[in-house]
């Protein structure tokens, strides 16, 4: 389609080095005000050395369209906490800082407790997944993640028979974040999966994109992918993971629950009350492009159609 | 002045003038033409009041252009749904607007906003006399249609549709308010003379 020129970009051309030491040199500042006094660190506490998210990609799991430009996929997305519009969140977003970053783990599970980012990040190899992502408003994406299984992480914690379900929470700061100051949603965002969907192959924790760190408006430091849903069960800046009895108040079915399902599998048979979900339009693609057809669960039907067998998918939307 | 809006869109369509349409273009257009339309709506009702208001009654000429600019931006809002939204898919489209109510609702604003500009010209308003003020009383109809649209398919953050609900009302009412005094002064005077 139209970005021929995305599959040879090279992940060093695409954030501005500038943009990434500035990141950097407001943590270090952080630092060296601090008690210390030390000379500044070249290396901040928390900080994650940007070789890490050079992965090899997964190609079994990867799809093979061209993906989006790293322009397109950091500068139009929805991340509500920083304002509704879509060219909000990397206006907005400046300012908040994604590291050091800590993650709560706790409910029904042997491992609980907070952690840093860079202690889970460390028994992992991560992976670039090419990935599908179909919005709830149709429109589409193909992004490069860098991330890991979610199951990996789970397992680690060792998750008790009660547990059915996993929930997420994102960091609620409304200073950092400035759309939390608007009652737009329920904050702090929540969202959730049954444990199975948690634990299938293709449901990443994603930490970059495009060979770099996430950029904060993607969700840094640490987000959910979940490809075969629509974009909002992939709860961005992720500071909790519960495991749960019950299926979680996810933010979204919470504030419309006649319009957003728990499950919100990607379906082109079943519309959203307002718009058709069958055919999507491809960002990216020039102002004639017609709209594309919607692939049941994002055309990851033959990894994940098991899950929901027996399941009215109309009723469970 | 108010055209601007649409050579600014019309550039970032054609990718000249190193205008852009973000991310995603089809979505500038319709929103922007839609946006466009409505301001340019609620600034025709905003004449009366302005008028009664200033006293200038030179206003009036304003809103003639202001309607037609209301009018070319619903349909530049309608058509690039049409041609660049729904790729002219015609089956498409029927059965987007049955089954989607707001769709509905913003095409018969648009379809309601046809007579007002064939008729906007000072001939028609000679010829239909009276008829004409009671035919150009739509545009409130209109302007309901246009917010309630606008506020349907907003998904959840409803600061913006609330905002042109709350104009609209105001202007509308302000019509509301000010119609039984008008129809007082116009019968007392009547009555003093019936009297003497």
């Not at chain 1, 509704?84 to 969140?89: F, G, L, V």
């Not at chain 1, 009660?162 to 702090?188: C, H, I, S």
């Not at chain 2, 931006?73 to 790729?87: K, R």
Request: charged share 20%; aromatic share 10%; proline share 6%.
């Amino acid at each position: 389609m139209a970005h021929k020129s995305a599959s040879i970009i090279l992940p060093s051309e695409i954030t501005s080095e500038a943009l990434f030491h500035d990141r950097r040199a407001v943590l270090a500042m952080g630092l060296a005000g601090a008690a210390l006094g030390a000379a500044t660190p070249l290396t901040a506490l928390g900080d994650i050395p940007a070789e890490r998210y050079k992965a090899a990609r997964n190609a079994r799991l990867s799809v093979t369209e061209t993906p989006n430009s790293f322009e397109e996929i950091s500068g139009y997305n929805n991340f509500y906490e920083f304002g509704t519009d879509k060219s909000d969140p990397a206006a907005n977003s400046r300012n908040f800082k994604p590291l050091p970053w800590n993650v709560t783990v706790d409910g029904e599970c042997e491992v609980k407790g907070s952690f840093a980012l860079e202690d889970l990040l460390a028994p992992q190899t991560l992976e670039e997944r090419v990935y599908r992502m179909r919005c709830v408003e149709a429109w589409s994406m193909v992004i490069p993640w860098v991330g890991f299984p979610l199951a990996e992480l789970l397992k680690r914690h060792k998750p008790t028979s009660k547990a059915k379900y996993v929930a997420f929470t994102t960091l609620n700061d409304p200073k950092q974040m400035p759309g939390q100051r608007e009652r737009v949603l329920d904050w702090p965002y929540v969202e959730g999966l049954r444990i199975d969907e948690a634990m299938n192959p293709l449901t990443l924790l994603a930490v970059g994109v495009y060979g770099k760190a996430l950029p904060n408006q993607c969700g840094a430091p640490l987000r959910l992918v979940v490809p075969w849903k629509y974009g909002f069960k992939g709860i961005k800046s992720i500071v909790r993971i519960s495991f749960v009895e019950q299926q979680p108040r996810t933010s979204w079915s919470h504030a419309a629950p006649n319009e957003y399902g728990f499950y919100a599998n990607v379906n082109p048979a079943v519309d959203h009350p307002r718009w058709s979900q069958a055919t999507e339009r491809r960002i990216g693609g020039s102002l004639l492009a017609r709209r594309q057809a919607t692939l049941p669960f994002n055309g990851y039907a033959d990894q994940v159609a098991d899950l929901y067998k027996g399941m009215d998918l109309r009723r469970n939307f | 002045m108010f055209i601007s809006p649409a050579l600014w869109l019309a550039a970032g369509a054609l990718g000249v003038a190193g205008v852009s349409l973000g991310m995603d273009p089809v979505r500038s257009l319709v929103h922007e033409n839609g946006t466009m339309a409505l301001r340019m709506l609620v600034a025709t009702l905003a004449i009366t009041p302005l008028r009664q208001l200033t006293g200038h009654s030179d206003l009036l000429r304003l809103r003639r252009m202001l309607g037609l600019f209301a009018f070319f931006y619903a349909l530049l809002h309608l058509s690039s749904w049409v041609v660049f939204d729904q790729g002219m898919d015609l089956q498409m489209i029927l059965s987007e607007v049955v089954k989607r109510p707001y769709l509905l609702v913003g095409l018969s604003a648009a379809m309601l906003m046809l007579p007002l500009a064939l008729t906007s010209t000072t001939a028609a308003q000679r010829w239909l006399k009276r008829r004409w003020t009671q035919l150009h009383r739509l545009t409130y109809v209109i302007a309901v249609l246009a917010v309630w649209h606008f506020w349907w398919q907003v998904k959840k953050d409803l600061r913006e549709p609330i905002a042109y609900a709350v104009i609209v009302t105001v202007l509308l009412g302000w019509r509301v308010w000010k119609r039984p005094r008008a129809a007082k002064a116009r019968s007392a005077p009547a009555t003093t003379q019936g009297t003497a």
